[in-house]
T-cell receptor, first 116, second 112 residues
């Protein structure tokens, strides 16, 4: 247990479904992130939130919609996904963005998404 | 962004030291060198980081070349639980964000 909890761990959905991934951290961190890990590809940063405000969006398609209602919770809302969106979605948190040197990411175990 | 180069895979015997290399020839003076590892079916976990001096912690040691263009992660006694993908990452020290960019990493296999 890393202190970052992701649910569900596994999700299978059709292309017309709407689902959400949830991430929760109890580390007192102020920044949260979504990463995507596809097979045989490096981790891709999707979204960054700092103090509940989005500070980075790496050109992610609009079918992925993040929500950060408070500094402990992060959601990724999914709708009309494509089979190529099947991947491991990882949530992470850090004490602060921009804190020099010692700012370390703590990752959750990920949510394995399969789009049929 | 400065990039890193790592071997795709390495093998080690259990209870022997492991030296995982990383080249970062375009590193800037304010870039920190971070190492993470990802065990099977888990998210990445922080291992160690440094700027100029060698660093030690309970998990590993980080040896940084004098010119900072390369570094080596040292596992002093590999165990089967150390089998993972190891990522060497540069993080800008002056950046307002924490945009760690992960490359392909090195897959470490540990033989009993």
């Amino acid at each position: 247990e890393t202190g970052v909890t992701q649910t569900p761990r596994h999700l299978v959905m059709g292309m017309t479904n709407k689902k959400s991934l949830k991430c929760e951290q109890h580390l007192g961190h102020n920044a949260m992130y979504w990463y995507k890990q596809s097979a045989k590809k490096p981790l891709e940063l999707m979204f960054v939130y700092s103090l509940e405000e989005r500070v980075e969006n790496n050109s992610v398609p609009s079918r992925f919609s993040p929500e950060c209602p408070n500094s402990s919770h992060l959601f990724l809302h999914l709708h009309t996904l494509q089979p190529e969106d099947s991947a491991l979605y990882l949530c992470a948190s850090s004490p602060e963005p921009g804190l020099l040197g010692a700012n370390v990411l703590t990752f959750g175990a990920g949510s394995r998404l399969t789009v049929l | 962004d400065a990039k890193t180069t790592q071997p795709n895979s390495m093998e080690s015997n259990e209870e022997e030291p492991v030296h995982l290399p990383c080249n970062h020839s375009t590193i800037s003076g304010t870039d920190y060198i971070h190492w993470y590892r990802q065990l099977p079916s888990q998210g990445p976990e922080y291992v160690i980081h440094g700027l100029t001096s060698n660093v030690n912690n309970r998990m590993a040691s980080l040896a940084i070349a004098e010119d900072r263009k390369s570094s080596t992660l040292i596992l002093h006694r590999a165990t089967l639980r150390d089998a993972a993908v190891y990522y060497c990452i540069l993080r800008p020290g002056h950046n307002a964000g924490n945009m760690l960019t992960f490359g392909g990493g090195t897959r470490l296999m540990v033989k009993p």
